[in-house]
């Protein structure tokens, strides 16, 4: 309501000023000069007739285009967006009502310009914008109307090709610190420490590289297979010690960023109540949960290539799922900057069950931005009966952590 109002005052104002024009002349006309009274009061009457006949003329005679750099950015960086409005008449143009368009990831400094143009000119103007919140964002003209000299009416400008006008902003995820012992990752350890699949390896010769006994230990880990735990130093020194020198890339994670986020299904007053997001507005919330659910991807990966696992990240692409192997920063760099036009989509395939088939190991750690019923009832098919033993850890960016392992087709 708020909305339609902001969009109406300024014509309810227009018009109020116009009428107090008229009784001006009017009473100019009563009381002071009849013959130059009723001439204004004839010019005051026709004048709005004659201007919106020359605002049509105008509709067809303004252009517009955008000047803008490559939008790829990360997160806090500004960049600026030229609107060019030119006129093609010898006129000076009415006022020319440019409404910019910006979401909550990247918003914009100033969203509605008015700009008048000389005759056979070009005016520019410069819209500031800023990333807020990674993932795509559109931006660029909303609408462009051209306005009568009085303010009265206005009309959608019909050179105008809104389609070229507007771009997609991309913002780069950042990598959070997630530590080994994050409820996600340590369940997905655990779980690939036991897994059959993941011990398929070359088993340690008791030698390093240099040909000597390989004495060098560390310290256990929670998370550390535990086939790779030497028991005899263990023993001796009475805590557990892991081998330094033997084959820890040999425990298998996929981490899967969910494909599907249907806003119309997330129940957003409790996600607001959740106070994961204290002090976001409600227009805010699906971004930001689109965002942790990407950014925890990258954090998860993180994570478990620190402790040399081999981990496969899965990210639905144009043509379907696309596996991303993932062993040093710049793999890591790859994924973040796929993810800075990734957008969810309101329904399809939310789970990579075939490509999976060909990764070793059979441990996934799931992130969505909403957990819901239709993702619970397909991991649980996936790891159905004849399906293999597919182990999932599911972290959902609407809630505190939920984590659930699905084996069997029984969820614990």
Request: glycine share 8%; charged share 20%.
């Amino acid at each position: 309501m708020k909305m339609k109002f902001a969009k109406i005052k300024p014509v309810l104002e227009s018009f109020v000023n116009y009428a107090a024009a008229v009784a001006l002349s009017v009473i100019f006309a009563l009381y002071l000069s009849g013959r130059v009274g009723w001439f204004l009061v004839a010019a005051f009457v026709g004048a709005p007739v004659l201007s919106v006949l020359m605002t049509l003329i105008f509709v067809r005679r303004i252009y517009v285009s955008c000047d803008t750099d490559p939008l790829i950015m990360c997160k806090g960086d500004s960049f600026d967006l030229t609107v060019n409005i030119t006129n093609g008449t010898f006129l000076p143009t009415p006022p020319v009502l440019v409404d910019m368009s910006d979401t909550p990831a990247v918003t914009a400094g100033n969203k509605l310009c008015t700009v008048s143009v000389m005759p056979f000119d070009t005016e520019s103007v410069t819209i500031s914008y800023k990333a807020r919140i990674s993932g795509p964002g559109e931006i660029g003209v909303k609408s462009v109307r051209v306005s009568d000299y009085f303010g009265l009416v206005s009309f959608d400008l019909k050179s105008a090709d809104l389609d070229s006008l507007r771009f997609t902003a991309s913002v780069i995820p950042d990598i959070p610190e997630v530590s080994f012992d994050d409820p996600a990752v340590s369940k997905a350890a655990e779980l690939s420490a036991f897994s059959d699949d993941s011990e398929d390896s070359a088993e340690s010769t008791g030698f390093s590289f240099g040909g000597f006994p390989g004495f060098e230990n560390r310290d256990y880990i929670p998370g550390d297979p535990i086939r790779r735990i030497n028991w005899k130093q263990s023993v001796k020194r009475g805590r557990l010690l892991v081998r330094k020198d033997d084959e820890t890339a040999c425990s298998s994670v996929s981490v899967i960023l969910d494909s599907v986020f249907d806003k119309e299904r997330a129940f957003f007053p409790a996600v607001a109540a959740d106070g994961r997001y204290e002090g976001a507005d409600m227009s805010e919330l699906p971004f930001l949960m689109a965002q942790n659910a990407a950014e925890q991807t990258l954090g998860f990966v993180r994570a478990f290539i620190l402790r040399n696992y081999s981990v496969s990240c899965f990210i639905m692409g144009k043509n379907g799922w696309e596996c991303f192997p993932v062993s040093d920063e710049n793999d890591m760099t790859a994924i973040r900057t796929e993810l800075a036009s990734y957008s969810f989509q309101s329904s399809g395939n939310r789970f990579p069950e075939e490509e999976l088939k060909n990764q070793k190991g059979s441990v996934c750690l799931f992130c969505t931005p909403y957990f819901d019923e239709e993702l619970e009832s397909i991991l649980s098919a996936v790891g159905g009966e004849g399906k293999g033993a597919l182990q999932t850890v599911i972290y959902s960016a609407a809630e505190s952590p939920r984590i659930s392992s699905v084996k069997g087709g029984d969820a614990q």
